[in-house]
């Protein structure tokens, strides 16, 4: 029987890998040391897979995309650094266990050629959001397979019983599994955010945290919308997707570190096996 071992939220400003900050990663230095020893842990943990899931993407209102390619690739191109990539295979017996048992409990989920995504204006290739943590993952660990999974705008309670269908579909299995749930928090912590500042991005950033070291992942199950908007949060989907895998395991939540030295939160955070 397969297992989740360890699961972790990852922030993914492109800044924070050296090739790309060129020196300004050391302003976000407690993000930057806490995703070093997060991903040193995750080398000791040892996944045979890790699942990613990400806010950046392809999105849909009413479809959860999973990438079903054979392999998983991309490169930080947009951000200057075209050279800078990252490639994987893709763990495709699992990902079609996943989108077996939600389409089972009716949640619309799967992938989507390459022709239609071209459509829409979306690409099959890993987004920042996966790429950030993989990033500082493959600098301690090489081998494992991936699942990469985006977020859609599914109700909150629907994306945490997601989740429960990738426990279900791990449980089923052989795998040795880390969770990597990607995600900034709010976007308007301070005034040093491109984005402007609101009173809201430092009340949502503080709920999200405090949730997290006691426990009471399920309180955000129910969080105010007009909270999450002022806030301009990020990761908020993948998150809940990830609680809902942990359900009904007892795990251990380490806060690594929280800054926003960009005006954006980052926040590090492993939930271990008890």
């Given at each position: 029987?397969?297992?989740?071992?360890?699961?972790?939220?990852?922030?993914?400003?492109?800044?924070l890998?050296?090739?790309?900050?060129?020196?300004?990663?050391?302003?976000a230095?407690?993000?930057?040391?806490?995703?070093?020893k997060a991903?040193?842990e995750?080398?000791?943990?040892?996944?045979?897979?890790?699942?990613?899931?990400?806010?950046?993407?392809?999105?849909?209102?009413?479809?959860?995309?999973?990438?079903?390619?054979?392999?998983?690739?991309?490169?930080?191109?947009?951000?200057?650094?075209?050279?800078?990539?990252?490639?994987?295979?893709?763990?495709l017996?699992l990902?079609?266990?996943?989108?077996?048992n939600?389409?089972?409990?009716?949640?619309?989920?799967?992938?989507?050629?390459?022709?239609?995504?071209?459509?829409?204006?979306?690409s099959?290739?890993?987004?920042?959001?996966?790429?950030?943590?993989?990033?500082?993952?493959?600098?301690?660990?090489?081998?494992?397979?991936?699942?990469?999974?985006s977020?859609?705008?599914?109700?909150?309670?629907?994306?945490?019983?997601?989740?429960?269908?990738?426990?279900?579909?791990?449980?089923?299995?052989?795998?040795?599994v880390?969770?990597?749930?990607?995600?900034?928090?709010?976007?308007?912590?301070?005034?040093?955010?491109?984005?402007?500042?609101?009173?809201?991005?430092?009340?949502?950033?503080?709920?999200?945290v405090?949730?997290?070291?006691?426990?009471?992942?399920?309180?955000?199950?129910?969080?105010?919308?007009?909270?999450?908007?002022?806030?301009?949060?990020c990761?908020?989907r993948?998150?809940?997707?990830m609680?809902?895998?942990?359900?009904?395991?007892?795990?251990?939540?380490?806060?690594?570190?929280?800054?926003?030295?960009?005006?954006i939160?980052y926040?590090?955070?492993?939930?271990?096996?008890?």
């Amino acid at each position: 029987m397969g297992s989740i071992i360890s699961s972790y939220i990852f922030p993914h400003p492109p800044v924070l890998i050296p090739e790309v900050g060129k020196g300004d990663e050391n302003n976000a230095i407690l993000t930057l040391d806490s995703c070093r020893k997060a991903s040193s842990e995750i080398k000791q943990d040892n996944p045979t897979t890790i699942i990613v899931t990400t806010p950046h993407g392809p999105f849909f209102q009413d479809y959860l995309y999973l990438s079903t390619n054979s392999n998983l690739s991309g490169n930080f191109a947009r951000f200057g650094r075209k050279d800078v990539g990252l490639e994987f295979e893709n763990n495709l017996q699992l990902l079609d266990k996943i989108i077996h048992n939600a389409n089972k409990e009716g949640i619309d989920a799967g992938g989507m050629d390459k022709k239609t995504l071209d459509r829409y204006g979306l690409s099959d290739e890993l987004d920042h959001g996966a790429l950030v943590p993989l990033y500082f993952i493959n600098k301690e660990l090489q081998g494992f397979s991936l699942i990469h999974i985006s977020i859609a705008g599914f109700t909150l309670d629907m994306l945490h019983k997601f989740g429960k269908c990738i426990s279900s579909a791990v449980k089923d299995s052989d795998e040795r599994v880390v969770f990597v749930a990607s995600g900034d928090l709010s976007h308007r912590v301070n005034e040093n955010s491109p984005y402007g500042s609101s009173p809201l991005g430092s009340k949502f950033d503080n709920l999200l945290v405090e949730s997290i070291r006691a426990s009471k992942y399920n309180d955000l199950l129910n969080i105010d919308e007009k909270l999450c908007e002022g806030a301009a949060e990020c990761g908020l989907r993948s998150f809940v997707i990830m609680f809902g895998a942990l359900e009904g395991s007892e795990v251990k939540p380490q806060v690594y570190s929280y800054e926003a030295p960009f005006g954006i939160g980052y926040c590090v955070a492993r939930f271990g096996t008890k």
